[in-house]
């Protein structure tokens, strides 16, 4: 298994601080829907219906919200992809060790 450069390092951590930020994003937003009770996203609903302004930002809901769940999953998936092959080198040298290679 090849370490990381250091330049590979600084990299993978800028990812999963701005992996950090987007889910901390996305928790808040998603606070906010929790927080809805049934009337009161019926009540928006209708006048929505009404206006024929149908839009997220009526619910309080960031028209970025789902950029950023995107932007999380693909970060989550590159880093996952990642520390599996780093898993796997690891085990595949474990592996000849134990095998006496």
């Known amino acids: 298994m ?7 390092c600084k990299q993978a951590i800028n990812a999963m601080d ?6 901390e994003s996305v928790e808040k937003e998603l ?9 009161t996203l019926m009540s928006k609903a209708t006048k929505m219906l ?4 149908l839009s ?3 619910f309080g809901i960031s028209p ?14 590159m880093a996952r992809k990642k520390y599996r092959e780093q898993l796997a080198a690891q085990l595949q040298a474990l592996e000849g060790v ?4």
């Open 98 to 101: 134990s095998n006496g290679e």
């Open 64 to 77: 970025q919200l789902f950029g950023h769940i995107e932007q999380l999953t693909t970060i989550n998936n």
């Open 56 to 58: 997220v930002e009526a």
């Open 18 to 23: 701005i992996g950090d930020q987007l889910a």
């Open 31 to 39: 606070a906010l829907l929790k927080e809805l009770d049934t009337k």
């Open 50 to 53: 009404m206006t024929g302004n």
């Open 2 to 8: 090849m370490p990381l450069t250091e330049t590979q």
